[in-house]
Structures are given as structure tokens and as C-alpha cells.
């Protein structure tokens, strides 16, 4: 279902230009299959991403639960015991290892890490406003504002990453709701909008890409 949702997002990617440049999206699977974390993140680093979006469909231990959420990466603790518990939930499906930054000395290394994921949180929680006020426009939110939690894929020190849940499927109105092809693609616009949006705001930096 989510995967159906990811596609559909990539074709409107695909037909989206941004200050008159065309976008292209790059999916870290296309399959029914499972990727590696660490796979995930550098995938993205290797195309020189502007942004990375995880979208998922989750399940919880209480029928009820119900309603999209977006995510950024936090470093200091979840905003929410629901976060902390879905985060090492989905963290725990496969270990991230450490960012190669290209400087050997330690204490260097860090102070660049450390500045580069301080901005890139920033520009995460920008990215996750935007598609939260989308997405609470076509269906109901479970958090109003972009939760944080410490997600292993939402890692790339470089690149603006939110995670998107886009619905309980352990609830089953829920779950009807994400087969619907009517509501994946209204999903799938929500989020192009919500890209197109941040875009706007913060256009993407000139990379040299070897795509």
C-alpha cells in the first residue's frame, strides 16, 4: 500500500519542476522487498538528494489508534512516548552505522557532524510543517505538528528527512482507507504539495550530480 503511494509520488515528482528545473525522483526500493537502512540513507547521499522521504504505514498495539503523522530526527530524546516506541521499532529492523565525512581527525569530525545535523533538523522540521498542513488537509492527523524522534533512517547529515506515517493499518477503517486508490492519490498530492511548498521557500542548492 505504501509503496503504491511512494510511485505515485515519484510520478508527480517526475512532471514537477521547480524555478523552471525539472525534478526527479529517485526510490531507495521499487520492489516488495526490504532495503537496509544504512542502504537507504546512502542512496540518497549518492545521488546528491535534496531531500528524503520514508513513507510508511504502521501498526500499534490498540486497534484505535488511527490518523498520519511526520517525523524529523531528534537527537535529544522523542517529543512523545509514541515516537520513542515507533522509533525503536523501526530502528530495530536493521542497524545505521557511522557518517564517513572525509576527515580523519575525530574531534573535527564531530564539529562538522554536529553543525551539519543541527541544520539539517532546522531544515527537516520546515520540510514536515509543510506536508503536515497538507496531509491534515485530506485526512485526519494523529499529531498536529512533526514529531521528533531519534529515527536511524532519518540520519544523512545532509539532507533535509522527515518520515511519514501515513496511516495505522492495525486500524482496520484505517486500513480500508489506505487500499483506496482514491486515497492514495490524494496522499501522493498531499505530499508533492507539500514539497512544492518547501521548494518555494528554500530552493534547492546547484549540486553537480552523476546521475
Given at each position: 500500500?505504501?509503496?503504491?503511494?511512494?510511485?505515485?509520488?515519484?510520478?508527480?515528482?517526475?512532471?514537477?519542476?521547480?524555478?523552471?528545473?525539472?525534478?526527479?525522483?529517485?526510490?531507495?526500493?521499487?520492489?516488495?522487498?526490504?532495503?537496509?537502512?544504512?542502504?537507504?540513507?546512502?542512496?540518497?547521499?549518492?545521488?546528491?538528494?535534496?531531500?528524503?522521504?520514508?513513507?510508511?504505514a504502521d501498526a500499534f498495539m490498540?486497534?484505535?489508534?488511527?490518523?498520519?503523522?511526520?517525523?524529523?530526527?531528534?537527537?535529544?530524546?522523542?517529543?512523545?512516548?509514541?515516537?520513542?516506541?515507533?522509533?525503536?521499532?523501526?530502528?530495530?529492523?536493521?542497524?545505521?552505522?557511522?557518517?564517513?565525512?572525509?576527515?580523519?581527525?575525530?574531534?573535527?569530525?564531530?564539529?562538522?557532524?554536529?553543525?551539519?545535523?543541527?541544520?539539517?533538523?532546522k531544515d527537516s522540521l520546515t520540510?514536515?510543517?509543510?506536508?503536515?498542513?497538507?496531509?491534515?488537509?485530506?485526512?485526519?492527523?494523529?499529531?498536529?505538528?512533526?514529531?521528533?524522534?531519534?529515527?536511524?533512517?532519518?540520519?544523512?547529515?545532509?539532507?533535509?528527512?522527515?518520515?511519514?506515517?501515513?496511516?495505522?493499518?492495525?486500524?482496520?477503517?484505517?486500513?480500508?482507507k489506505l487500499r483506496s486508490e482514491?486515497?492514495?492519490?490524494?496522499?501522493?498530492?498531499?505530499?508533492?504539495?507539500?514539497?512544492?511548498?518547501?521548494?518555494?521557500?528554500?530552493?534547492?542548492?546547484?549540486?553537480?550530480?552523476?546521475?
Open positions: 500500500m505504501v509503496l503504491q503511494v511512494a510511485l505515485k509520488l515519484r510520478d508527480r515528482i517526475n512532471n514537477t519542476t521547480v524555478g523552471g528545473n525539472p525534478m526527479r525522483a529517485f526510490m531507495t526500493r521499487d520492489g516488495d522487498f526490504f532495503v537496509p537502512l544504512a542502504t537507504r540513507v546512502e542512496k540518497a547521499r549518492r545521488v546528491g538528494a535534496d531531500l528524503f522521504i520514508s513513507i510508511h490498540r486497534p484505535e489508534a488511527r490518523g498520519a503523522s511526520v517525523y524529523a530526527l531528534s537527537e535529544r530524546g522523542a517529543s512523545s512516548a509514541a515516537a520513542r516506541w515507533l522509533a525503536s521499532k523501526e530502528n530495530d529492523a536493521d542497524r545505521i552505522g557511522g557518517v564517513n565525512l572525509g576527515v580523519k581527525d575525530s574531534l573535527v569530525q564531530r564539529a562538522l557532524l554536529d553543525m551539519s545535523t543541527t541544520a539539517q533538523i520540510l514536515g510543517s509543510a506536508i503536515v498542513r497538507e496531509i491534515g488537509g485530506v485526512g485526519r492527523l494523529h499529531k498536529r505538528n512533526v514529531e521528533r524522534a531519534n529515527f536511524a533512517v532519518l540520519r544523512a547529515p545532509d539532507i533535509p528527512s522527515v518520515l511519514v506515517e501515513t496511516a495505522f493499518i492495525s486500524n482496520p477503517e484505517e486500513e480500508r482514491a486515497y492514495q492519490n490524494d496522499l501522493a498530492n498531499a505530499l508533492i504539495n507539500g514539497i512544492q511548498k518547501y521548494f518555494a521557500a528554500n530552493p534547492p542548492l546547484a549540486r553537480n550530480r552523476q546521475v
